[in-house]
């Protein structure tokens, strides 16, 4: 036998490529798929079917059906009777460029609405993630995944400062906030918003304890320089005002409860109006002498005082001091509030050359003694004094 030598090869068919997968159109990705689609259609080589309208029966044929296989039955329904890729392509194009405009604008505003998100006072962490993880949901939904590391900074950021400027200073500093989790972060800070109303019922319980502990001491001294027992007290709906110790003590006393109804402070406008003017004063006097505001509840004390010392309509020929103690007030002693006052130094060590007086600030007399109440800026502290003089035109 001879030797005998293979065939050649015979040209056959062009052989497509297989592996590569057509991705699948929905309602909000066209731009993307698109993209796909063009690199997809390249690779087996027939791009130019539909770029340039070339006219090759095999190419199109094969055109098509990745096309069929990248877009939902819905759409293979409306527009699979076309006779070229060409014409499927072009109106695949047209269908979705709208819905890609809409999808757009819709995301434009979410995330308007994204940077523009705020913490109120009154929310609670619980609430605001709901809105913040709803907003990142709908943007995801519409194509774009907000990182975790952006969401846990748009979150710290949108706190309000003044309940949690002190934690998020802490987790700033100790965590890496491009790699911490949102969840964790939410947690922590879920942790130390119980922690704070905690601290809030407490102290909404001690101011409830202080406004009761005043009351009684207030009824006990009015009831002695009145030589009466108390009546009747008019209040609002506070809950320093009806709480269970209060009310308790109101009954014992035989004391009738006048309460006046929620938002209604018309219904109390005696003591509205008093509170107005009292302020009012205090405003007047602070300004006046450039005192500063954390002054304030010497200026109030202040005010008191001078309020029912001077006349009122309600009054005739008396003021309500007259009126209540049954005698005439004495107020050459009283001075303009705020003014220079110096007080004289008692120190039995004083060198002959030593000052012997100190500049102070007049707040007014001291209750219950013969002696000035006067203010030390350098110590911040209050001094009580009867060797004063004052300069009442400098303040």
């Known amino acids: 036998m001879g030797d005998t ?48 309208g070339v006219s090759d029966e095999d190419k199109n044929d094969m055109a098509m059906a990745l096309l ?10 409306q527009i699979g009777d076309q006779e070229t890729a060409k014409a499927m392509w072009d109106l695949i194009k047209t269908r979705h460029l709208g819905a890609e405009r809409v999808r757009e604008a819709r995301l434009q505003t979410s995330s308007m ?17 709901g809105k913040l993880s709803s907003i990142a949901s709908k943007s995801a939904a519409l194509g774009e995944v907000i990182d975790e590391a952006r969401l846990v900074k748009k979150f710290l ?61 207030f009824k006990a001294l009015i009831e002695t320089e009145a030589g009466l027992p108390m009546k009747t007290l008019r209040t609002d709906r506070g809950g320093k005002f009806t709480s269970r110790d209060f009310n308790r003590f109101c009954d014992e006393s035989e004391i009738i409860r006048h309460l006046t109804a929620p938002y209604t402070p018309q219904q109390n406008g005696g003591v509205e109006r008093r509170n107005r003017t009292l302020m009012g004063m205090v405003r007047s006097i602070l300004k006046a002498m450039q005192v500063p505001n954390y002054m304030w509840g010497e200026a109030a004390r202040h005010s008191t005082f001078l309020i029912n010392r001077v006349p009122t309509r309600a009054l005739v020929d008396q003021t309500p001091y007259e009126r209540f103690k049954k005698k005439k ?13 110096y007080a004289k130094i008692d120190n ?14 007049y707040l007014g007399s001291e209750t219950g003694s013969k002696a000035y109440r006067l203010f030390d800026s350098n110590t911040r502290k209050i001094v009580v004094s009867r060797d004063v003089v004052f300069d009442e035109n400098k303040g």
Not at 113 to 129: A, G
Not at 170 to 182: A, H, I, P, R, Y
Not at 348 to 361: F, I
Request: glycine content about 4%; some cysteine.
């Open 5 to 52: 030598t293979p065939p050649p090869p015979t040209k056959g068919k062009e052989s497509w490529p297989s592996s590569v997968q057509c991705p699948m159109l929905t309602a909000t990705n066209y731009t993307v798929w698109a993209m796909r689609m063009k690199v997809v259609l390249r690779v087996h080589k027939v791009w130019d079917t539909i770029n340039s």
């Open 68 to 77: 069929f296989q990248s877009i939902p039955e819905t759409l293979i329904r």
């Open 113 to 129: 609405e994204f940077d523009n998100m705020k913490m109120n006072e009154s929310d609670s962490i619980d609430n605001f993630v």
């Open 157 to 217: 950021k949108s706190l309000p400062r003044s309940k949690y400027i002190q934690m998020v200073s802490s987790l700033e500093q100790v965590l890496d906030l491009n790699k911490t989790g949102f969840e964790d972060v939410v947690g922590r800070l879920r942790a130390y918003e119980k922690r704070i109303r905690e601290e809030e019922i407490q102290g909404g319980a001690q101011e409830k304890s202080e406004a009761f502990e005043s009351f009684k001491k």
């Open 329 to 341: 007030p004495i107020i050459e002693h009283v001075r303009v509030f705020g003014c220079m006052a």
């Open 348 to 361: 039995v060590h004083l060198k002959k050359l030593d000052d012997r007086s100190r500049q102070l600030v």
